[in-house]
């Protein structure tokens, strides 16, 4: 893959951070800023880098997608995996031996979103092993086995799924978080004024 494509997204990496820092007073939930805290020093090839909150990749096809399917895969977070190449849309990365292919999907690219910007919403350079720690018990075990549970709060769903396509959340203060299993079935998370989790449903 050409350089000029990996030095060019390590570029917009930098300045996606320097946009989200700038971001982080805008009146957005404080639950979004978990997962848009991005790290952009460490983007760039034959970097470590830990994934912030949980993955759910094709594990057959060794594939994740910017918009963030809800797949039966599993990659946990704080998880460490190393990047191997960058290309203008498609970055990849080996996580325990397997080389995996993060796609910049068109509905992302759409919504404005860079791939840079998109990844660095999963992976940073640590994750926040102590917001989960203050976190309910029920937030903790939807963590832990990745999958959405009534009782859960937004926090807890950002770490167990990561944050919901961008395309069709464009806000996280919705009462109303949009996510897809795959490419024909979704899944809605519904939650209260309080930001606890009433309903999961497809």
């Known amino acids: 893959m050409k350089?000029?494509?990996?030095?060019?997204?390590?570029?917009?990496?930098?300045?996606?951070?320097a946009l989200l820092a700038g971001c982080a007073s805008d009146g957005s939930s404080e639950s979004a800023s978990i997962v848009t805290n991005a790290t952009p020093g460490s983007f760039h090839v034959g970097a470590t880098m830990v994934a912030k909150v949980n993955l759910h990749p094709d594990t057959s096809r060794a594939r994740l997608y910017s918009l963030n399917y809800q797949q039966p895969g599993l990659i946990p977070m704080c998880s460490e995996v190393v990047i191997k190449d960058i290309d203008d849309k498609e970055i990849e990365f080996t996580y325990y031996g397997q080389t995996y292919s993060y796609l910049w999907e068109k509905h992302t690219r759409k919504a404005g979103e860079s791939l840079a910007e998109n990844f660095n919403e999963f992976f940073g350079e640590s994750c926040d092993k102590a917001a989960?720690?203050?976190?309910?018990?029920?937030?903790?075990e939807g963590i832990k086995s990745g999958i959405p549970k009534v009782g859960m709060s937004k926090q807890g769903i950002l770490f167990a799924m990561g944050r919901p396509p961008i395309h069709a959340n464009p806000?996280?203060?919705?009462?109303?978080?949009?996510?897809?299993?795959?490419?024909f079935k979704r899944q809605a998370i519904e939650f209260n004024d309080k930001g606890i989790v009433t309903k999961v449903r497809l």
């Open 3 to 17: 350089q000029a494509l990996k030095a060019g997204l390590t570029t917009i990496a930098l300045a996606a951070g």
């Open 132 to 140: 989960v720690s203050k976190l309910s018990a029920i937030d903790q």
């Open 171 to 183: 806000n996280l203060d919705a009462n109303t978080w949009m996510y897809w299993l795959n490419k």
